[in-house]
């Protein structure tokens, strides 16, 4: 069981680069987010599904996208990356948002050059 | 006013201390809570559900009161290996994240 599965792990860009980060799970869990977490910091929500073709924004969207065409797969966009978006960025899923806890991917290392 | 509010420490503990953290919640229609802990550059993992009654985990004690609007986790023998990040996380439209509390097991 694989569980929640990010990638990449470490990734370095230059100022205005486009990305994807990856995020899929294997455990058939409807909720699904992203959270970036700079040095010292808390966790801070950028965006999270409820299900297939639903998202929703955190509390710091701009800058990100994300879709969610499948159960098992939530990309996170970067457009056109600055150097204020180096951070940690997790990847969590969960069965429901009511009840159930959530479990993280280990995590991308992202720097913007 | 944030959704869940966090004591940020740092607690410095000898090991063998009986240690507790507090967090306060906003919205009183929570409806799950959980303790996390967050090693150093690593994901959060699950330490432990809270549930109303209170639950305990060997060395780990949770509990939940909803009239006050808190929760607290107590860890009793500390052991080096303890020493880590401690989130505390509320349910509503989303999962609230308390921004931790640092916690060093001493020798």
């Known amino acids: 069981n694989a569980g929640v599965t990010q990638t990449p792990k470490f990734q370095v860009l230059k100022t205005g680069q486009s990305m994807t980060l990856q995020c899929a799970q294997d455990?058939?869990?409807?909720?699904m987010s992203w959270y970036r977490q700079d040095p010292g910091m808390g966790l801070r929500l950028i965006h999270y599904s409820v299900g297939a073709g639903i998202t929703d924004q955190g509390e710091v969207p701009n800058g990100y996208n994300v879709s969610r065409s499948t159960t098992e797969d939530f990309p996170l966009r970067l457009l056109s990356a600055a150097p204020s978006q180096t951070s940690v960025y997790f990847c969590?899923?969960?069965?429901?948002?009511?009840?159930?806890?959530?479990?993280f991917g280990d995590g991308t290392r992202l720097s913007i050059l | 006013r944030k959704e869940v509010e966090q004591d940020p420490g740092p607690f410095n503990v000898p090991e063998g201390a009986t240690v507790a953290f507090n967090c306060t919640y906003s919205n009183s229609a929570s409806q799950s809570f959980f303790w996390y802990r967050q090693d150093c550059r690593k994901e959060p993992k699950l330490l432990m559900s809270v549930y109303s009654s209170g639950n305990e985990d060997g060395r780990f004690t949770a509990q939940l009161n909803r009239a006050s609007q808190y929760i607290s986790l107590l860890i009793r023998d500390s052991k080096l290996s303890d020493s880590a990040t401690y989130l505390c996380?509320?349910?509503?439209?989303?999962?609230?994240f308390g921004t931790g509390t640092s916690l060093t097991v001493i020798p």
């Open positions: 455990m058939n869990h409807e909720y």
């Open positions: 969590a899923s969960s069965r429901n948002r009511e009840h159930q806890p959530q479990h």
């Open positions: 996380v509320v349910t509503g439209n989303q999962f609230y």
